[in-house]
Nanobody, 127 residues
Framework: QVQLVESGGGLVQAGGSLRLSCAAS????????MGWFRQAPGKEREFVAA????????HYADSVKDRFTISRDKAKNAVYLQMNSLKPEDTAVYYC????????????????????WGQGTQVTVPS
């Protein structure tokens, strides 16, 4: 079974940077999607970024494009989210998720299509 573990969250001042990591295990499919989602209290889980494991194709939400970068390390079976120019509105619990299909053939921006999830890591950007 696929297991995902996020790390790297914390408190950072506005304008600062943070890098989140997601370690994956038990992944047996070769062309899957890894995604990052976030959820603030009282709000729906929101798409942040996604990457196709095989092609390295990336996708970003408009709210984070040009500030966040998703990347993968095949040797370590890990995915990362580099977050720069952080804003208070970025405050949320960030989740790593996996989908057994590539971004070309799955709804990577829809949280409900992902069967595998990590436990989440808190990111706080005070005003």
């Amino acid at each position: 079974q696929v297991q995902l573990v996020e790390s790297g969250g914390g408190l950072v001042q506005a304008g600062g940077s943070l890098r989140l990591s997601c370690a994956a295990s038990g992944v047996t499919f070769s062309r899957y999607t890894m995604g990052w989602f976030r959820q603030a209290p009282g709000k729906e889980r929101e798409f942040v970024a996604a990457i196709s494991w095989s092609s390295d194709t990336t996708h970003y939400a408009d709210s984070v494009k040009d500030r966040f970068t998703i990347s993968r390390d095949k040797a370590k079976n890990a995915v990362y989210l580099q977050m720069n120019s952080l804003k208070p509105e970025d405050t949320a619990v960030y989740y790593c998720a996996a989908h057994p299909l590539s971004t070309a053939v799955c709804g990577y921006h829809n949280y409900y299509e992902y069967p595998y999830w990590g436990q989440g890591t808190q990111v706080t950007v005070p005003s």
